[in-house]
Each structure stands twice: as structure tokens, then as C-alpha cells.
């Protein structure tokens, strides 16, 4: 989702903490509960390595509030690739190798990947949701 595209066109890019002002109390919640469940999810993955960035994918990642609360609840860097649809990009890969426009997969890859973008949790809010965090580590 990207709240601000939607509902507050003026806003380019809200940081996280506008999300409650720009669309209330209950849509942060939503949110909030989102991560704790997705945090859940790692918990019972085996956790997060420590000192790692979580790597997400969807097209969640193209809202910056979403991944920046993520990255606040949990408590860890989240990078989240610049095209959020893999699949799609895997497919675009095989098709300029198979019609020859570049060399090997190898070579797709590199000319259509491009690197994660970085989100860092905010120490001050990832505090305050320290409480509500399961230990995931």
C-alpha cells in the first residue's frame, strides 16, 4: 500500500509516524499488527540472523511507511529490492538472455538488478515497540 499516493496526494513521501495523522489511529494499529504477525511468522522461521537485514519482497515494499515501521517494530535494517515483484524480473531476465540481448543470465542479472534499498529502525521507536516485539532472534 502507499497511503500517501492514495490519500494524501500532497504528501509525497509521509514518514511513519504521519501515517496516524494522515489516517488515523485505527490504520496504524493494522499496521502495527501487521509487523507483529510477520514477526511471528520469523519466530517460527528460525528467527533473523543476528546483525542481518531482513529482505522483503511484495508489493507492500513499495509503501516507505510500511517499510519503515517494519523495520522500527522488528527492530532491524529491512531492504526491500527496487522492483518488488521478482517474478516478473526473473522473467524479464530469461527473455533478454533467450532473445540474445545479452550474453548469459549472468549477464541479465546485472544489467536489470539493481540493490536493496536500506530502511534502519529509529532507535527511539523501535523502543517504544520493544514490549510488543517477540523475541525473534
Known sequence: LRWAARCA????NPPAED???LHGPGMLRVIEELAEAQAG???RLGGLAT???LLVTGGATRSPD???ILADF???EVRAPVNPEP???GAAIFAATASAEQTDLAASAAAMVQPAVPVRPRPSVA???AGRRPRIR
Not at 496526494?9 to 509525497?12: A, Q
Open 19 to 21: 501515517v496516524e495523522r
Open 41 to 43: 511468522l520469523i519466530l
Open 9 to 12: 496526494p500532497d504528501v509525497p
Open 87 to 89: 517474478a516478473c524480473l
Open 74 to 76: 522488528l527492530n532491524v
Open 127 to 129: 523502543a517504544a515497540y
Open 51 to 53: 546483525g542481518q537485514p
Open 66 to 68: 510500511w517499510l519503515q
